[in-house]
């Protein structure tokens, strides 16, 4: 296979510099084209704010702007964590007791099918606001990394599982030296998603919030701007919250790659 | 060497209470069978003696249970009927101190090796799980591995290695225990016929030297002659006993074995006992 690989898998030098390059180059365009649109059009910053216009905004407002960054970032940070700890948790769970897992598997899919904007509203009643915007995320993150982890409990090579129990192996080593390593790269796959899912779940409460109460994350300006019509604004805050998010994920499969790239398929193509 | 006497003596005390049947028995299966959830009988009656020390093949068509067989053995399954019984013990220890499944080394037809351990963690997994301290598990892990040839390997990870290296690798992870039974599932079936041979010949030499007890399953006609004692040729499911066929020749065997004419006259008994397996004429 791996000698294979030179020949039909792997990309040559030039086209791997093409997948970084091109991406770039349409980026650089679309701005252009853009700027362009804008400046030869004379459209008012209100319809549609350049991209040099949306740059300057970013560096006037930065004051408020890095306070609502941190402020949704804090809330995806904890949801990410809560859905982390408790997805896995409760997929150990369910791995250990086929009990529990029948009791409580149709209320975690119910969770996950139920649209979080719905939720959101009911959730602002009855917690208190950051509260409710960190379960918010932590509702929209903690399915993936669940029957992720569920996924990869349940790959466990049969074999494998054989041996340890020819050597007489206790519940608590087959977790802990074969059930757990197996499940690593599903479970890594499952918080790249929810790292991503927790923005996405901190967004949308902020926003059910912004309507209700005093926010002040990222979401809650755009909304904000958005009636005020101050749409540079709204076009700056926009672009940091998907900075944010490809930075989470950015960092998230760094992760993964370090932890799994002695042995992991997954991770072998890029530095093999 | 001290460890031997000790060795002697455990298993003089074992006999004595254990049935004596298995004095000179590692492995006694009478009257076994065994009948899956899904009511297919993959096995039976079936019996086997195996003496300790003995070399023997089991050879079937597939599905005739031969894997069955050695999971009995293993104790990774239980019979429906019959009796399995297993002389276990280990070099240097007492009968009580034997952690399950010391007394047997398994591998598998894939080498079966964790892909986020690398090849000493591998080998050294048996002794881990006994409880057996990290110095002493990893100088033994190193000692298995040298055994089979793959001293500088200890730091690689599966991945990097061969499938022949891994084989032997898994081979290392049966013998680090010092086991004295060695159970085989078709161990070389995946790999090349180069790669086979070479392995084959390893494995006799491990065995003169070590004297463990070997049930090797194969499918192969050639390899189960070249490798063994005894061969048991095994009928279609349910798996009985077709034919036992003694393998008799000028020891220890080398490469001249493979092209002598008593090793095409083994070849050609053993597939003809084999014959009405496939032919359809099952003497069932």
């Given at each position: 296979m791996n000698a294979q690989s030179p020949v039909i898998a792997r990309p040559s030098g030039a086209q791997r510099a093409m997948r970084f390059v091109l991406p770039v180059i349409v980026f650089a365009?679309?701005?252009?084209?853009?700027?362009?649109?804008?400046?030869?059009?004379?459209?008012?910053?209100?319809?549609?704010?350049?991209?040099?216009?949306?740059?300057?905004?970013?560096?006037?407002?930065?004051?408020?702007?890095?306070?609502?960054?941190?402020?949704?970032?804090?809330?995806?940070?904890?949801?990410?964590?809560?859905?982390?700890?408790?997805?896995?948790?409760?997929?150990?769970?369910?791995?250990?007791?086929?009990?529990?897992?029948?009791?409580?598997?149709?209320?975690?899919?119910?969770?996950?099918?139920?649209?979080?904007?719905?939720?959101?509203?009911?959730?602002?009643?009855?917690?208190?606001?950051?509260?409710?915007?960190?379960?918010?995320?932590?509702?929209?993150?903690?399915?993936?990394?669940l029957s992720n982890t569920t996924l990869g409990l349940n790959s466990v090579d049969r074999n494998l599982a054989g041996l340890f129990q020819l050597y007489g192996a206790s519940p608590q080593q087959t977790l802990r030296f074969l059930k757990l390593p197996a499940a690593l790269p599903y479970i890594l796959g499952g918080l790249r998603i929810a790292?991503?899912?927790?923005?996405?779940?901190?967004?949308?409460?902020?926003?059910?919030?912004?309507?209700?109460?005093?926010?002040?994350?990222?979401?809650?300006?755009?909304?904000?701007?958005g009636y005020r019509l101050n749409i540079p604004r709204m076009f700056a805050a926009l672009l940091l919250l998907s900075l944010a998010g490809i930075v989470i994920y950015g960092v998230l499969a760094l992760v993964s790659h370090l932890v799994l790239r002695r042995w992991h398929e997954s991770a072998l193509g890029k530095d093999n | 060497?001290?460890?031997?006497?000790?060795?002697?003596?455990?298993?003089?005390?074992?006999?004595?209470?254990?049935?004596?049947?298995?004095?000179?028995?590692?492995?006694?299966?009478?009257?076994?069978?065994?009948?899956?959830?899904?009511?297919?009988?993959?096995?039976?009656?079936?019996?086997?003696?195996?003496?300790?020390?003995?070399?023997?093949?089991?050879?079937?068509?597939?599905?005739?249970?031969?894997?069955?067989?050695?999971?009995?053995?293993?104790?990774?399954?239980?019979?429906?009927?019959?009796?399995?019984?297993?002389?276990?013990?280990?070099?240097?220890?007492?009968?009580?101190?034997?952690?399950?499944g010391h007394g047997i080394g398994f591998v598998f037809q894939e080498p079966t090796l964790m892909p986020w351990a690398n090849i000493r963690e591998n080998v050294r997994l048996p002794l881990k799980l006994g409880g057996i301290a990290k110095a002493e598990g990893r100088n033994r892990a190193d000692a298995a591995l040298a055994s089979v040839g793959l001293a500088e390997f200890a730091d690689a990870y599966p991945r990097e290695l061969s499938g022949g290296m891994k084989m032997r690798v898994s081979l290392a992870r049966a013998l680090v225990t010092d086991p004295d039974i060695l159970l085989m599932d078709e161990p070389f079936a995946a790999l090349d016929e180069i790669t086979r041979f070479r392995l084959n010949n390893d494995l006799l030499a491990l065995w003169r030297s070590l004297r463990k007890t070997v049930i090797f399953v194969t499918h192969s006609v050639f390899e189960s002659v070249y490798l063994s004692q005894r061969v048991v040729v095994m009928t279609g499911r349910p798996g009985r006993t077709q034919a036992d066929i003694r393998i008799e020749t000028v020891e220890p065997r080398g490469e001249e074995f493979r092209t002598s004419t008593a090793y095409s006259d083994y070849c050609r008994r053993v597939s003809a006992a084999l014959a009405p397996s496939y032919s359809g004429q099952s003497t069932l």
């Amino acid at each position: 296979m791996n000698a294979q690989s030179p020949v039909i898998a792997r990309p040559s030098g030039a086209q791997r510099a093409m997948r970084f390059v091109l991406p770039v180059i349409v980026f650089a365009a679309g701005l252009i084209a853009w700027e362009l649109l804008v400046r030869l059009r004379d459209i008012p910053p209100y319809v549609l704010p350049a991209p040099s216009v949306i740059v300057l905004t970013l560096i006037k407002d930065w004051a408020v702007l890095s306070q609502s960054l941190a402020t949704t970032l804090l809330t995806t940070l904890e949801g990410f964590a809560a859905a982390s700890i408790g997805g896995i948790a409760l997929a150990l769970l369910f791995n250990q007791s086929k009990w529990v897992e029948y009791s409580l598997f149709p209320y975690a899919v119910v969770l996950q099918v139920t649209p979080v904007i719905a939720i959101a509203p009911l959730l602002l009643i009855y917690l208190e606001q950051q509260t409710a915007v960190v379960v918010c995320a932590f509702i929209v993150a903690f399915f993936p990394v669940l029957s992720n982890t569920t996924l990869g409990l349940n790959s466990v090579d049969r074999n494998l599982a054989g041996l340890f129990q020819l050597y007489g192996a206790s519940p608590q080593q087959t977790l802990r030296f074969l059930k757990l390593p197996a499940a690593l790269p599903y479970i890594l796959g499952g918080l790249r998603i929810a790292g991503g899912l927790s923005l996405i779940g901190a967004v949308v409460a902020e926003i059910a919030a912004g309507t209700a109460g005093a926010g002040s994350g990222l979401a809650y300006r755009i909304a904000e701007s958005g009636y005020r019509l101050n749409i540079p604004r709204m076009f700056a805050a926009l672009l940091l919250l998907s900075l944010a998010g490809i930075v989470i994920y950015g960092v998230l499969a760094l992760v993964s790659h370090l932890v799994l790239r002695r042995w992991h398929e997954s991770a072998l193509g890029k530095d093999n | 060497m001290p460890r031997h006497d000790q060795r002697a003596m455990v298993e003089r005390k074992t006999s004595s209470a254990a049935d004596t049947g298995l004095t000179r028995l590692a492995v006694s299966l009478r009257g076994v069978t065994k009948t899956y959830d899904n009511g297919v009988m993959a096995l039976g009656p079936f019996d086997l003696a195996v003496r300790k020390g003995e070399f023997i093949s089991l050879l079937g068509p597939s599905g005739c249970g031969k894997s069955t067989v050695l999971r009995l053995i293993a104790e990774l399954g239980a019979p429906t009927s019959g009796t399995v019984r297993v002389a276990r013990h280990q070099a240097g220890m007492q009968t009580g101190q034997i952690p399950p499944g010391h007394g047997i080394g398994f591998v598998f037809q894939e080498p079966t090796l964790m892909p986020w351990a690398n090849i000493r963690e591998n080998v050294r997994l048996p002794l881990k799980l006994g409880g057996i301290a990290k110095a002493e598990g990893r100088n033994r892990a190193d000692a298995a591995l040298a055994s089979v040839g793959l001293a500088e390997f200890a730091d690689a990870y599966p991945r990097e290695l061969s499938g022949g290296m891994k084989m032997r690798v898994s081979l290392a992870r049966a013998l680090v225990t010092d086991p004295d039974i060695l159970l085989m599932d078709e161990p070389f079936a995946a790999l090349d016929e180069i790669t086979r041979f070479r392995l084959n010949n390893d494995l006799l030499a491990l065995w003169r030297s070590l004297r463990k007890t070997v049930i090797f399953v194969t499918h192969s006609v050639f390899e189960s002659v070249y490798l063994s004692q005894r061969v048991v040729v095994m009928t279609g499911r349910p798996g009985r006993t077709q034919a036992d066929i003694r393998i008799e020749t000028v020891e220890p065997r080398g490469e001249e074995f493979r092209t002598s004419t008593a090793y095409s006259d083994y070849c050609r008994r053993v597939s003809a006992a084999l014959a009405p397996s496939y032919s359809g004429q099952s003497t069932l």
